[in-house]
């Protein structure tokens, strides 16, 4: 659910007029309806887990290959307190998400008083103040190359940890799904302490929080032993009795606390969309960092997803049916996205409010923004055709629907998008193929989008961020007249009226993290400094931190800082620039560059 590609190369700019009314062609026909069915009890939710899934059981059992195991060890390693000048938090940056309501876990996170990061299967509390590493804590089942992440709330660490479990044998045991996700809470008020774990085998997807409540999105397949797995054709039929033979617990995930307690979501709490029975399922569990895990009351939709966008008050969990994904002598229905919004009032359990579903593909969680009520979101259709053309939806909560109330079609015809940003009542939608045409879109009137602008240079922008003033910076790609890229670019933009590219800063034969990862993204508006990593290899074990200062009409270098294992991530605290890699932290002096301490992992 994260990131894309922005930027562009010296060439033309092209400023175009407002256009009130539709473009001329065929207007995409509206997405099937779409809503939630609650079930009433286990049996009925039994029965059509059932069947869903016999219609996916192929030779091999499901499709879905196991992910590689690996391993994790229980250790406390021993650090002292945090000194006493410490205490106070200084001035600094947070994690770049999309909505100030609503954090979003990351690798890497300050209050100011202390930086916490996670790498390599440990746990780090660094003094900014004495610039060194005042503990470090080995974290329970959690290996050198599992993705984990983590949120900060007053004195605790909430620790997200997507791992592949390891068994012994030659092969998995019955049942094994390749994935698991863990869970740890760590108390960081003296030495930092692991107050609870949660464990499941379920695939975490992405997390919100607001004050101490936090909202985790996991996803689960059924988890059943197949006898088939010899490719025989006859073996179906054993399989698909394997399914009717297949209890509940099969489908509905576990989440068990360290103290061996466990939860499911209730069956009535687990809510189906109208047009289609799905196997998988997506639960959304409620946690409170001040009262620990404890019951995490999950919600379940028998439903795919991988897009979460949230602002505080709603949450928003989008995927694609899956009769897109099957193959069939059939035509396949068009593309399109079902949307399902759960409200966060309060703190206990989400309450499912409404559904709905848009025509063709969406970017990722930047590609929506609720507003005055409404939901807009961008999308394109046949992304990868000369046909494919992009949108921008308008939909309205009516009862337990999400209804359309407005659209505009013909953005980038023959394109796909590369970056949205949603600020207020204005859209910037950039599309790419040989050109990058940057759109503005003016939605004052929900239920008449209007194009208002539109700004052609070469290369494509993949990460939009508001710079104040009427600006926008870019991240992403420069590009020749031909398409081809060349080089990470950043560009400045003056949207104060018809969008133009006032200026401009590129790295030729780079990337960068950001062009897929917003989270990698540091802009400093206090003195404009701006860190984007930039790597010209393969990995990002190269990468360097490109240091920029951005100003209200320029962009320049002020700098670059290396470190073994690359630059992941950055942060401002105090006068203090500090970069992270897997292998460790630098101090830099945010004035001069000059470095004052390089931290090892050990």
């Known amino acids: 659910m994260r990131g894309r590609i922005s930027a562009t190369a010296a060439v033309t700019l092209l400023a175009a007029g407002c256009s009130g009314t539709p473009p001329s062609g065929p207007r995409p026909d509206p997405a099937?309806?779409?809503?939630?069915?609650?079930?009433?009890?286990?049996?009925?939710?039994?029965?059509?887990?059932?069947?869903?899934t016999v219609d996916r059981v192929g030779p091999d059992g499901l499709s879905d290959a196991p992910m590689l195991p690996a391993d994790g060890t229980w250790a406390l390693s021993k650090g002292g307190r945090l000194p006493a000048e410490a205490a106070g938090p200084q001035e600094h940056s947070a994690t770049n998400a999309h909505e100030p309501g609503a954090d979003e876990p990351d690798r890497v996170k300050t209050d100011g008083r202390r930086i916490v990061a996670v790498a390599g299967g440990r746990l780090r509390v660094i003094d900014p103040a004495t610039r060194k590493i005042a503990h470090t804590l080995d974290l329970p089942g959690s290996g050198r190359f599992d993705r984990?992440?983590?949120?900060?709330?007053?004195?605790?660490?909430?620790?997200?940890?997507?791992?592949?479990?390891?068994?012994?044998?030659?092969?998995?045991?019955?049942?094994?799904?390749?994935?698991?996700?863990?869970?740890?809470?760590?108390?960081?008020?003296?030495?930092?302490?692991?107050?609870?774990?949660?464990?499941?085998?379920?695939?975490?997807?992405?997390?919100?929080?607001?004050?101490?409540?936090?909202?985790?999105?996991?996803?689960?397949?059924?988890?059943?032993?197949?006898?088939?797995?010899?490719?025989?054709?006859?073996?179906?039929?054993?399989?698909?009795?394997?399914?009717?033979?297949?209890?509940?617990?099969?489908?509905?995930?576990?989440?068990?606390?360290?103290?061996?307690r466990a939860y499911r979501a209730p069956c009535d709490q687990v809510s189906r969309p109208s047009s289609y029975k799905g196997s998988s399922m997506l639960t959304v569990l409620t946690l409170d960092l001040g009262k620990g895990l404890g019951d995490p009351q999950p919600i379940a939709v028998t439903a795919d997803g991988s897009t979460i966008y949230g602002n505080g008050k709603s949450l928003y969990v989008t995927g694609m049916p899956p009769e897109l994904f099957r193959w069939s002598t059939?035509?396949?229905?068009?593309?399109?996205?079902?949307?399902?919004?759960?409200?966060?009032?309060?703190?206990?359990?989400?309450?499912?409010?409404?559904?709905?579903?848009?025509?063709?593909?969406?970017?990722?969680?930047?590609?929506?923004?609720?507003?005055g009520g409404n939901l807009r979101l961008t999308t394109t259709t046949d992304r990868d055709s000369a046909k494919s053309q992009?949108?921008?939806?308008?939909?309205?909560?009516?009862?337990?629907?999400?209804?359309?109330?407005?659209?505009?079609?013909?953005?980038?015809?023959?394109?796909?998008?590369?970056?949205?940003?949603?600020?207020?009542?204005?859209?910037?939608?950039?599309?790419?193929?040989?050109?990058?045409?940057l759109y503005t879109v003016d939605l004052t009137d929900p239920r008449r989008p209007r194009r208002t602008g539109e700004l052609k240079i070469t290369g494509y922008s993949a990460y939009l961020h508001p710079a104040g003033g009427g600006r926008l910076l870019g991240v992403g790609q420069a590009a020749e007249t031909s398409g081809?890229?060349?080089?990470?670019?950043?560009?400045?933009?003056?949207?104060?009226?018809?969008p133009r590219r006032i200026a401009a800063y590129t790295l030729p034969g780079a990337t960068s993290q950001v062009e897929?990862?917003?989270?990698?993204?540091?802009?400093?508006?206090?003195?404009?400094?701006?860190?984007?990593?930039?790597?010209?290899?393969?990995?990002?074990?190269?990468a360097e931190a490109l240091v920029l200062t951005v100003t209200g009409s320029s962009i320049t270098r002020a700098g670059r800082i290396r470190q073994p294992g690359g630059v992941i991530r950055s942060l401002v605290v105090g006068d203090t620039l500090w970069t992270f890699s897997d292998d460790g932290a630098r101090a830099t002096g945010t004035a001069a560059l000059d470095e004052s301490a390089w931290l090892p992992y050990r």
């Open 516 to 542: 897929f990862d917003p989270h990698a993204f540091l802009y400093w508006p206090k003195s404009g400094l701006t860190v984007v990593p930039a790597s010209r290899g393969d990995g990002m074990a190269d």
């Open 32 to 52: 099937p309806a779409v809503r939630l069915v609650a079930y009433a009890g286990c049996d009925a939710l039994l029965d059509d887990l059932r069947r869903a």
């Open 390 to 437: 992009s949108s921008v939806h308008v939909l309205a909560q009516r009862g337990a629907r999400l209804d359309q109330v407005g659209r505009l079609d013909g953005l980038g015809k023959g394109e796909r998008i590369h970056a949205v940003r949603f600020l207020g009542a204005t859209a910037y939608v950039v599309t790419f193929r040989r050109t990058d045409p």
């Open 148 to 260: 984990a992440e983590l949120l900060l709330g007053g004195d605790r660490a909430l620790v997200l940890t997507n791992r592949a479990p390891s068994y012994a044998g030659d092969a998995p045991p019955p049942g094994y799904t390749g994935r698991a996700m863990r869970l740890t809470l760590v108390d960081l008020a003296g030495p930092p302490k692991i107050i609870g774990t949660m464990d499941s085998d379920v695939q975490y997807l992405d997390a919100r929080q607001s004050g101490s409540t936090v909202r985790v999105v996991v996803r689960s397949e059924p988890r059943i032993a197949f006898p088939g797995g010899t490719g025989r054709e006859d073996a179906i039929e054993e399989n698909r009795v394997e399914v009717w033979k297949a209890p509940l617990d099969a489908w509905l995930p576990a989440f068990t606390l360290g103290d061996g």
């Open 484 to 498: 081809r890229t060349t080089g990470l670019q950043v560009s400045l933009f003056d949207v104060s009226g018809a």
């Open 330 to 371: 059939k035509k396949r229905p068009e593309p399109h996205t079902d949307i399902y919004k759960f409200d966060l009032g309060g703190s206990g359990r989400p309450r499912y409010a409404a559904s709905g579903s848009v025509k063709g593909f969406l970017l990722n969680q930047y590609a929506m923004s609720e507003h």
